[in-house]
């Protein structure tokens, strides 16, 4: 079965730092791959996807995220980071295979200080 | 596009009431899912339908849990009797097949 693990329940970075979010993913075929954001008291944005291709992609705002098979990692990560950027993060491996069922990691709780 | 569409946005109400959460998917998506979010076990998926079909319902956590996609447009969670354990931010998401998920702002639910 599918797992993510987000070792880092919380994070926090000045502003103006760069980021790096942390993401291992355990999963059997190649996996499509998530990275969402959640800010206090909304619904969930999708940050950007992998599905297949150029292992780096990026997002909206300004974030990256590289797709590391040998590592089974898709870490997320920005350079500078701005105070609008707190909030939470999750990671996400999908099972294509089974419609679009996809399995979340805990999350990440970013805090920017100033 | 209005985007996955949630109502009530919050929901008050007493131990033993039935509650009844509604989505409407974002249009022409053919995959939708309800997730349950808490502090203490994060999100976790319900249920999911593809073409109106419940596909896995593994996640719901008992009898007093049922879920109904009527047509391609809407869908129910309804949750009878209510207990206050229930208490969470439910949210639904829909997709086209093989691609990402797009989150309604979910619905807060108290039982007292």
């Known amino acids: 079965a599918q797992s993510v693990t987000q070792p880092d329940i919380h994070i926090t970075v000045s502003e103006g730092a760069s980021l790096e979010l942390r993401c291992n993913y355990s999963?059997?075929?190649?996996?499509?791959l998530f990275w969402y954001v959640q800010s206090p008291g909304q619904g969930l944005q999708l940050l950007l996807k992998?599905?297949?291709?150029?292992?780096l992609v990026q997002g909206i705002k300004g974030f990256e995220a590289e797709f590391k098979r040998s590592q089974s990692s898709f870490n997320l990560r920005k350079p500078s980071v701005h105070w609008s950027d707190a909030a939470e993060y999750f990671c996400?491996?999908?099972?294509?295979?089974?419609?679009?069922?996809?399995?979340f990691g805990a999350g990440t709780i970013l805090r920017v200080k100033s | 596009d209005a985007g996955v569409i949630q109502s009530p946005r919050h929901e008050v109400t007493e131990m033993g009431q039935e509650v009844t959460l509604r989505c409407k998917p974002i249009s022409g998506h053919n995959s939708l899912f309800w997730y349950r979010q808490t502090m203490m076990r994060g999100l976790e998926l319900l249920i999911y339908f593809n073409n109106n079909v419940p596909i896995d319902d593994s996640g719901m956590p008992e009898d007093r849990f049922s879920a109904k996609m009527p047509n391609a447009s809407f869908s129910t969670l309804k949750i009878q009797p209510s207990e206050p354990r229930d208490s969470a931010v439910y949210f639904c998401a829909s997709s086209l097949a093989r691609s990402e998920q797009f989150f309604g702002p979910g619905t807060r639910l108290t039982v007292l």
């Open positions: 992998y599905f297949s291709g150029d292992t």
């Open positions: 996400a491996v999908g099972d294509m295979e089974y419609g679009n069922k996809l399995v």
């Open positions: 999963y059997g075929a190649t996996p499509y």
